[in-house]
């Protein structure tokens, strides 16, 4: 077996993600180096400390060195982070599997599905590669706020330990607190779902209601992202947690996220096309919606918000009329849902 | 049996919650009246329709009646709906328990615990009134935005349906939707806990951290949640909804509680007897924090959050020791507390 000595981690993908937890390791003494594709952001990140495309506030760690030579880099690390968005994953994940060997770990710290085969990223890392013991990182943190050493909290899920405390020991003396738990799953389909919900909720701050309107649609959208957990074969309990409630609560209250920022926008009347130009990064909302709805049905499940998101971003509803379809359903049983309560 | 046939619902206290459902049922043609314990109340509720001591910026409806004659009123009424701070709830329970009869319904909507018995409100109507079926009302509802027609969502748990479908009646044709739910424990326990997470959240944002801090210490605060609600019989899942989940997050969402403002000024530096006594109602939860503290160990519980609260609120941790206190508790498992995961 191949001795890894050379590092504790490699980083694939230089975003804001990708570059924070980087920084924050090798802040920590911990040996990391981050994949970057572009030689030019290689040496900002070098020569500079700065990565000013995704971070331009901060200043990372002097010893993160930043490297574009993946296939010579893969073999010198026992666990691979792959920060990266959900259009780019398979096919890194594909350059992974060529190199990566049988002992490796690899965790992934992306929010989205693949939209035409609705499969989560932890079922393209298998397919793509021979890694068994792969994982996600997912939780309520921004990145310039880690970065500050603020108190910040996520989850490392995975169907190994060893995933978790190895990921849990490359953070160990910070401020940033990585729980585990077992449910790569949930943690998978809470971080896509929250999204959608970002968008309706952008909307609903648009059309002027308050919090207690805000609240509900938070609530009940994250009663929908329970639905489609447990019809997935998700625990729902982690939907209570900091990749569900943390995660969903954080992006809807601050509004800063693209997709609430979508939603806020169509509800001000500008066109989806227009918007999507403007926006600073893809709206990992759209292709989501799109996806969950066409498999919806067939897993059962009636999904209210979801489905008035579907129909505003693709022109099919006004927001008068998702608020009417919305205000038209029966209330009945809270946790209906869910079993007998 | 008595026939009573001259009111839907008898709203029994005319704070926020009370001068606004009052005024939400009598718009939808309800025929509601309002008990106060205030004859000038009683009258400028009547001549002006307007409550301006509790809410001063909203006009109620003209066809709301308040009453001062509380043992004339309630055997007139189907369904009371007690909205009292939990100071004076045992006090109002027993007089409502000198008249009252067995088949009447009694739904209250206060969040807190009696502090020297750690009972609930709903235990309290069962001490000192003969009435069976009972229920709670809440949920993230903020007064004023369900008396502007803006859609607001709550739950009221019973075990008995008649009191659900009963009090769904009420508010039927308007865009407060409730749901109902069989959990009544966890209802009680959500809407009192939520107030001591409020004051840590005060306090966070105090020390100037960002979104990422704060909603860690929510979902975590919600995670204290359904320990303490499990270990007192309810059902986890109810934490993860309007009670739970939505009221929580929107009350540290928003800033304007009573609670999280004690905890900011906390955070200043300021004292607790300066900060109370010009706060501009009653904080509940330093006796809510107490009364947990006086029994988490009783129900075999480690709370941290509500544990560093309560050293702050009694001057023993400073913030700096309750932020190192929280930050050494080894990370574990997310759910460890809620069994194998």
Same mark, same amino acid.
């Given at each position: 077996?191949?001795?890894?000595?050379?590092?504790?981690?490699?980083?694939?993908?230089?975003?804001?993600?990708?570059?924070?937890?980087?920084?924050?390791?090798?802040?920590?003494?911990?040996?990391?180096?981050?994949?970057?594709?572009?030689?030019?952001?290689?040496?900002?990140?070098?020569?500079?400390?700065?990565? !000013?495309?995704? &971070?331009?506030?901060?200043? $990372? =760690?002097?010893?993160?060195? *930043?490297?574009?030579? @993946? /296939?010579?880099?893969?073999?010198?690390?026992?666990?691979?982070?792959?920060?990266?968005?959900?259009?780019?994953?398979?096919?890194?994940?594909?350059?992974?599997?060529?190199?990566?060997?049988?002992?490796?770990?690899?965790?992934?710290?992306?929010?989205?599905?693949?939209?035409?085969?609705?499969?989560?990223?932890?079922?393209?890392?298998?397919?793509? !590669?021979?890694? &068994?013991?792969?994982?996600? $990182? =997912?939780?309520?943190?921004? *990145?310039?706020?880690? @970065? /500050?050493?603020?108190?910040?909290?996520?989850?490392?899920?995975?169907?190994?330990?060893?995933?978790?405390?190895?990921?849990?020991?490359?953070?160990?003396?910070?401020?940033?607190?990585?729980?585990?738990?077992?449910?790569?799953?949930?943690?998978?389909?809470?971080?896509?779902?929250?999204?959608?919900?970002?968008?309706?909720?952008?909307?609903?701050?648009?059309?002027?209601?308050?919090?207690?309107?805000?609240?509900?649609?938070?609530?009940?959208?994250?009663?929908?992202?329970?639905?489609?957990?447990?019809?997935?074969?998700?625990?729902?309990?982690?939907?209570?947690?900091?990749?569900?409630?943390?995660?969903?609560?954080?992006?809807?209250?601050?509004?800063?996220?693209?997709?609430?920022?979508?939603?806020?926008?169509?509800?001000?009347?500008?066109?989806?096309?227009?918007?999507?130009?403007?926006?600073?990064?893809?709206?990992?909302?759209?292709?989501?919606?799109?996806?969950?709805?066409?498999?919806?049905?067939?897993?059962?499940?009636?999904?209210?918000?979801?489905?008035?998101?579907?129909?505003?971003?693709?022109?099919?509803?006004?927001?008068?009329?998702?608020?009417?379809?919305?205000?038209?359903?029966?209330?009945?049983?809270?946790?209906?849902?869910?079993?007998?309560?």
């Amino acid at each position: 077996m191949t001795v890894r000595d050379g590092m504790d981690a490699l980083i694939i993908g230089g975003g804001r993600m990708g570059s924070a937890l980087g920084s924050l390791m090798a802040q920590q003494g911990r040996r990391v180096e981050l994949w970057v594709r572009s030689e030019a952001r290689a040496q900002e990140i070098n020569e500079t400390h700065r990565n !000013t495309a995704y &971070l331009p506030e901060v200043t $990372l =760690s002097p010893k993160l060195r *930043a490297t574009t030579a @993946l /296939a010579e880099s893969i073999p010198r690390a026992p666990l691979l982070i792959m920060a990266l968005p959900s259009t780019a994953f398979r096919e890194v994940a594909r350059a992974v599997g060529d190199v990566v060997e049988g002992d490796q770990i690899i965790v992934h710290t992306t929010k989205g599905f693949e939209v035409d085969t609705f499969k989560r990223m932890s079922q393209i890392l298998r397919e793509e !590669t021979c890694a &068994l013991k792969v994982g996600v $990182l =997912s939780g309520p943190t921004i *990145a310039a706020e880690i @970065l /500050a050493g603020h108190p910040a909290g996520a989850l490392v899920a995975s169907g190994f330990d060893e995933v978790i405390t190895k990921f849990q020991a490359l953070v160990e003396g910070s401020f940033f607190r990585v729980y585990g738990g077992r449910d790569v799953t949930g943690t998978e389909i809470a971080g896509a779902f929250k999204n959608v919900v970002a968008v309706a909720t952008g909307a609903v701050d648009g059309m002027g209601f308050g919090g207690t309107t805000k609240w509900l649609l938070v609530t009940r959208g994250l009663n929908e992202m329970g639905q489609l957990g447990v019809a997935m074969g998700a625990d729902v309990l982690t939907f209570g947690g900091l990749v569900g409630v943390g995660d969903l609560a954080a992006t809807c209250a601050s509004g800063n996220s693209v997709n609430y920022q979508l939603g806020l926008r169509l509800s001000r009347g500008e066109k989806l096309a227009d918007i999507v130009e403007t926006l600073p990064s893809a709206a990992e909302a759209i292709p989501t919606t799109d996806a969950i709805m066409r498999n919806a049905s067939r897993l059962g499940l009636e999904l209210p918000i979801v489905s008035v998101v579907y129909g505003l971003l693709h022109g099919e509803l006004s927001l008068e009329a998702c608020l009417a379809r919305l205000m038209s359903i029966p209330v009945g049983s809270e946790l209906a849902a869910f079993g007998p309560n």
